[in-house]
């Protein structure tokens, strides 16, 4: 009786890979069968040295303990550092689409003109956020000029971008820096507004994702909890919604201007009489 390693060693002494369907028909039980080939079966000695050639430390069991308590334990800290970040500030999908499309960039808005910023994609059109391993503060100042550029805001608004130093490191996660946004309305007869509405922006440099991933960026309106992200899956693809809030805040700081403005000097109708009302 031939071993079963002699039958794996030469499957086509056992298996006749040109039978036809003439001879499948005289009393075989696979008749209505059309002819087929048989996968010619490895030996084992193939898979024994590929098997070798994986290089598996021998261990003891008191090894095998440690790599699995390793292992477990390097799990368990992701699960912990990922539950502690549910606004995905730190540790996030790599987003689809790590760029913003501009149109045509608006000077007004700033004041001056301004150049385009240096991390950009061939197209003239496309602006990619920096990479965690390429971050650089004032590079980054000069893309969230060109970013905020893209909003459509009220007529006449003007826009200052200024740094911030503060920063934050955060342990076992990375560094938080800021970026400050003025928007006002000055005018010919005042040209130093006395409303500023800020927008804060959050960059977020991650030290537990890959290098090639790009910093998470963030805004925040002044007087509002609502965190917008600009690129992710949270993201909002909207250049719109911000005039409104700009706006708001604005007129709700000049409202407030105007009624103090009354109540210490009175209307053009009805002005007070601050000497008078002294004595």
Not at 70 to 98: H, W
């Amino acid at each position: 009786m031939n071993s079963v390693q002699e039958i794996i060693s030469s499957p086509s002494d056992y298996v006749d890979v040109e039978v036809g369907s003439r001879d499948l028909e005289k009393g075989s039980i696979f008749a209505p069968l059309q002819p087929f080939d048989v996968i010619p079966i490895p030996d084992g000695d193939y898979l024994t040295e590929s098997i070798a050639n994986c290089n598996k430390p021998l261990c003891d069991d008191a090894d095998l303990e440690c790599i699995l308590n390793m292992v477990s334990g390097t799990l368990c800290e992701a699960l912990m550092i990922i539950q502690s970040d549910p606004r995905e500030l730190f540790c996030y999908k790599y987003p689809e689409n790590p760029s913003y499309v501009t149109n045509e960039r608006s000077e007004n808005l700033f004041g001056v003109p301004y150049g385009k910023s240096e991390y950009s994609m061939a197209s003239e059109q496309v602006r990619n956020w920096m990479t965690i391993g390429e971050f650089d503060y004032s590079n980054m100042v000069s893309l969230i000029r060109d970013y905020i550029s893209q909003w459509h805001l009220s007529p006449d608004t003007k826009c200052v971008v200024l740094t911030n130093t503060t920063r934050h490191d955060v342990p076992l996660k990375g560094s938080i820096y800021f970026i400050d946004a003025h928007f006002s309305r000055p005018t010919p007869r005042c040209p130093n507004p006395l409303a500023v509405a800020k927008v804060r922006f959050v960059i977020t440099v991650s030290s537990v994702m890959q290098s090639y991933y790009p910093v998470m960026v963030t805004y925040r309106f002044e007087g509002y909890r609502t965190l917008y992200y600009t690129l992710g899956s949270r993201a909002i693809i909207s250049n719109i919604f911000q005039r409104f809030y700009i706006d708001t805040i604005l007129h709700t700081k000049l409202s407030f201007f105007a009624e103090i403005c009354e109540s210490r000097h009175g209307t053009i109708a009805q002005p007070k009489d601050i000497a008078k009302d002294k004595k």
